[in-house]
DNA sequence: TTTACACATAACTTGTTGGTTATGGAATCA
DNA sequence: TGATTCCATAACCAACAAGTTATGTGTAAA
């Protein structure tokens, strides 16, 4: 996991516009652009560029049929978040083993 | 755990010479602020700003040992990130749950 | 008690971002 | 075909963010 694939996942999720966003489509499922704009008090294409954000982030896909552009959220794409949290984590935690290697090796 | 709290604690890890920091102190552990500016390519004032900002949403904690800022990494405020994350895949998996209890009750 | 040091804050500059209105392109409907 | 609808993109603007240099404040050292 590279330090731009987080950094896009973390701007992206940076924005709370663009958090409620990904909150609507994760508990509601698929919605096409207008209907996820009247959900919002924002303008339609306001909208729309928040969604080309969640989408280079990997957060949504979209699914043209028509007219319409019907997005929904990617779950998965949140793995690297847990990723880098439990990696953080690790390297927390290794310090104390650290520590406790050198206390074993000055007890001998 | 409000929006609110949710926003300083993305905010914060979105810049990633903040995050570079917070991983620093992770792996690290407690480090001066001159200590971190030596590690960063930065200015001091710079890295200042960057630690009020993490110290604002809970990631840090400063301890003032003589002239010196001692600054610590706070795991334990990552766990807000941890939560909002399972939310949404409560989120998502409560539309299946929805989904199954509407064919149950067709079903009958 | 002056000087030097560690850090924070102020003032400023510049690039980015989140919003707007206006417009364009593709699909549907009359 | 012409009008309408849905969405994306362009052009623009105001606010913000991340960096800089300059300065202030408190502590240690000479």
Known sequence: MT????DAL?????DPTRRAIFETLCSGGEQTVGGLTAQSHIS????SKHLAVLKQAGLV???HE???THYSAQ??????LLDWTHQMKRFWESRFDDLEDLLKRMDQ
């Open 10 to 14: 973390f701007k992206a999720l940076s």
């Open 44 to 47: 339609q294409p306001a909208v």
């Open 75 to 80: 779950l998965q794409a949140l793995s690297p």
């Open 61 to 63: 896909l979209d699914r």
């Open 66 to 68: 028509g007219r319409q």
């Open 3 to 6: 330090t731009s694939s987080h």
